[in-house]
Each structure stands twice: as structure tokens, then as C-alpha cells.
């Protein structure tokens, strides 16, 4: 018997999120950014690209302490996670894009920043999930073709 999607319990897989080593890859990337800026004679566009990683890396390790933090409750609720992502993704775009209006045109750094550091986010977390698949999923293939 199969339990309604309604009534399971909210359940995360454990994610590749390693924050140390997204911060060494920004500052990396903010350091190059701001260095090609500099050459073509905006110094503060990399600057603000910098913030814009930063910003995303903050939400990102806010994403995780609510996560662990809702799902340690006895019965984390779905729509709690939901109202949280949606309030915090509110914040940060309000952030950006007001560091993007108010600095017009260098300002728009923040938003390319925000945007490389979800990509980054991504790929950072989705290669070693895919690289372990592939791993268990060689395994299992060769059981099911043994049987």
C-alpha cells in the first residue's frame, strides 16, 4: 500500500553542497572578472559582478540552514519551505536589483554575478551527484542483466 503524496513527509536528498569551496571558485571568478573589468576600463562592473556571487552564495547557504532547520521540526511542512524559499528569492532579487538600479550601468554586475553563481551552484552540486550515479548505476545495471 502506498502512502498520498499529501500525506508523506517531506523528505530532502543529501546534496553536494560544499560552501567553502563554492566561496574559493567566486572569489576566483570575481578576481578574473574584475581583472578583465579593470582592463577594459570598468573596475566596478567585476566589483559588482563580485557582490552578485556573494549575494548568491548567501542565499544559497541560507537555503541550507532552512532545509536543515525545517526538516530536523517533527513535521516539516511543505508549505513552510515554500513560503521560505519564496520570501528569501523575494529578498535577494530586491537586493540585486536595486544594487543593479541604483549603480546603473556598472550595477548590473550584481545581476550577472547572481545569475553565473546559480549556474556554478548547479554544476557543483549536480557532477558529483551525476558522477555517484553512474557509479551505483553500473552496479545495479550489471545485477539486473545477471539475473
Given at each position: 500500500?502506498?502512502?498520498?503524496?499529501?500525506?508523506?513527509?517531506?523528505?530532502?536528498?543529501?546534496?553536494?553542497?560544499?560552501?567553502?569551496?563554492?566561496?574559493?571558485?567566486?572569489?576566483?571568478?570575481?578576481?578574473?572578472?574584475?581583472?578583465?573589468?579593470?582592463?577594459?576600463?570598468?573596475?566596478?562592473?567585476?566589483?559588482?559582478?563580485?557582490?552578485?556571487?556573494?549575494?548568491?552564495?548567501?542565499?544559497?547557504?541560507?537555503?541550507?540552514?532552512?532545509?536543515?532547520?525545517?526538516?530536523?521540526?517533527?513535521?516539516?511542512?511543505?508549505?513552510?519551505?515554500?513560503?521560505?524559499?519564496?520570501?528569501?528569492?523575494?529578498?535577494?532579487?530586491?537586493?540585486?536589483?536595486t544594487i543593479a538600479f541604483i549603480f546603473r550601468p556598472?550595477?548590473?554586475?550584481?545581476?550577472?554575478?547572481?545569475?553565473?553563481?546559480?549556474?556554478?551552484?548547479?554544476?557543483?552540486?549536480?557532477l558529483p551527484v551525476m558522477k555517484k550515479l553512474r557509479?551505483?548505476?553500473?552496479?545495479?545495471?550489471?545485477?539486473?542483466?545477471?539475473?
Amino acid at each position: 500500500m502506498t502512502t498520498p503524496a499529501q500525506d508523506a513527509p517531506l523528505v530532502f536528498p543529501s546534496v553536494a553542497f560544499r560552501p567553502l569551496r563554492l566561496l574559493a571558485v567566486c572569489v576566483v571568478f570575481a578576481g578574473l572578472v574584475t581583472l578583465a573589468a579593470a582592463l577594459l576600463d570598468h573596475p566596478m562592473i567585476g566589483v559588482f559582478f563580485g557582490v552578485g556571487l556573494g549575494l548568491g552564495l548567501l542565499n544559497a547557504v541560507l537555503v541550507q540552514r532552512s532545509v536543515q532547520s525545517i526538516t530536523a521540526q517533527e513535521h516539516p511542512l511543505k508549505r513552510k519551505m515554500a513560503l521560505n524559499s519564496a520570501t528569501r528569492l523575494l529578498v535577494m532579487t530586491v537586493i540585486g536589483l536595486t544594487i543593479a538600479f541604483i549603480f546603473r550601468p556598472q550595477g548590473l554586475g550584481v545581476v550577472f554575478g547572481m545569475a553565473l553563481f546559480q549556474v556554478l551552484l548547479v554544476l557543483s552540486t549536480a557532477l558529483p551527484v551525476m558522477k555517484k550515479l553512474r557509479a551505483g548505476g553500473e552496479g545495479l545495471e550489471g545485477e539486473a542483466t545477471e539475473q
